[in-house]
């Protein structure tokens, strides 16, 4: 069966009918105030047709149709210190001009924070900088499958990037 087969013949609430029951189906407007709601206004009813679904309808089908869960993020960058900001901004957009997806939080966290927050939104790496690898020119990264960690100079780091996209 189809995705849009799926999403057709799953139990869509789309409302409630102006006698008060709910409509179980995408589609079912028989229930519909909108011939009275036309009528109101003045025009007549026309035939057409529409669709409408819920976000949380349409992630279930997704899923049911076998989807993947996750959104695809590469690398979450872990910042922490004023100094940190901009170099974390300046190697967020190196990354990403590499075609890398990449997460950056606009807002300075605790590592132990962001480490979990890049571990719910599923990224495969965490790329920390803090006061530390600014003085030592580089960047700590962690492979968050495994909890494998190292230290990389900005072109080792993206090397070791993008190999790990093919691998």
Known sequence: MGLLARIRDRDITAGRGHNGRARARAGDDREAPVPFLLALLGWTPRDAVGFAIGTDRLIL?????????????????????????????????????????????????????????ADRLGARFAVILGDDELAAGQFTVKRLADGDQRKLSEAELLEYLMKSRTA
Not at 93 to 101: A, F, G, I, M, V
């Open 61 to 117: 089908s997704l899923q049911e149709a076998g989807a993947p869960a996750s959104c695809g993020l590469e690398v979450y960058v872990a910042w922490m210190g004023v100094q940190a900001y901009p170099a974390a901004v300046a190697l967020a957009r190196k990354l990403r001009e590499h075609d890398l997806s990449v997460e950056l939080p606009a807002q300075e966290m605790k590592f132990g924070k962001s480490l979990n927050l």
